[in-house]
């Protein structure tokens, strides 16, 4: 009696423990592979982000609850079920306008049957204003010549992990691409970027001058000390002439429809009337 008790108590211990197992993988399946952070600067200051982050699953359950997941797109459930706090926005929403958030999420791939294991990936895109007209973005502009204008990059809107001296921790699993319009020039930046090292000209790379590459493409996977990164663009005649008009005609209705623009309507239109009626009254 006693044994048969004794073989009860221990099955009921056995299982359990299973259970707390179970649910221990359902929570905790899920790791962080690699985190690739993909800005893509706009010649207006804005920007388009993509967030490619691979995740690593370990067990059955845990696959079967990333399907599940496939049908959500918002971040807070993604968190929430795979206990990942990367899956976020590296961009920093306290300071930047960002808008019209997506999240699509990939199948698995790469699984390996015996073990139970997968591969995923879960895609983040949005697009960066600044948080005011006139106010700078992920990038500040100055046109500081009548058809020139120098941006440069805002360290500060990205919310990636940060030393305690404030340097940008990038590594082989998290990683910084920046993507300038095409016709960038004078580029500059403090840091070589990882995807330049087999270049075999070397002088391409000079911090203390212009980057003279044809890549308008980088990317950082190293730890960022201070970093800076700058370019320019200059407007054709076309453009500076067509910014020229387009800030004449917004200056134009922004005085006829403030309070002095409406007197000086009115009084225009006095004196038109007036010279109409002098007209008018004249013989013949």
């Not at 696959?63 to 599940?68: A, E, F, N, S, V």
Request: hydrophobic letters at 40%.
């Amino acid at each position: 009696m006693r044994l048969s008790s004794l073989c009860a108590l221990l099955l009921l211990l056995i299982l359990g423990l299973s259970g707390i197992v179970s649910a221990a993988s359902a929570q905790g399946g899920f790791y962080l592979r690699s985190l690739e952070v993909a800005v893509t600067v706009y010649p207006d200051g804005t920007a388009h982000v993509a967030e490619t982050v691979v995740l690593f699953i370990n067990d059955t359950q845990s696959i079967d609850l990333y399907r599940q997941s496939m049908q959500y797109n918002d971040l807070s459930s993604w968190m929430s079920r795979t206990g990942i706090t990367d899956l976020r926005t590296h961009i920093n929403s306290a300071t930047l306008d960002l808008r019209n958030l997506r999240v699509r999420s990939r199948d698995v791939y790469s699984c390996n049957s015996v073990v139970g294991t997968c591969l995923a990936t879960v895609v983040l895109e949005y697009d960066v204003y600044p948080p005011s007209p006139g106010a700078p973005g992920i990038v500040t502009m100055d046109q500081y010549k009548p058809r020139t204008i120098r941006y440069t990059l805002q360290p500060e809107a990205f919310s990636l992990p940060r030393s305690a001296t404030g340097d940008i921790l990038l590594s082989s699993q998290i990683q910084l691409r920046i993507v300038l319009p095409e016709d960038a020039q004078a580029i500059r930046f403090s840091q070589p970027p990882s995807n330049l090292e087999n270049e075999t000209d070397r002088t391409r790379f000079d911090p203390n001058s212009d980057y003279r590459g044809v890549d308008r493409q980088f990317v950082w996977n190293e730890p960022l000390s201070g970093f800076k990164l700058s370019f320019e663009r200059e407007q054709t005649l076309e453009s500076e002439i067509f910014t020229y008009l387009s800030s004449l005609q917004n200056g134009l209705f922004a005085i006829l429809f403030s309070t002095q623009g409406a007197a000086l309507v009115l009084l225009i239109i006095i004196a038109l009337a007036s010279i109409l009626w002098i007209h008018q009254l004249r013989p013949g």
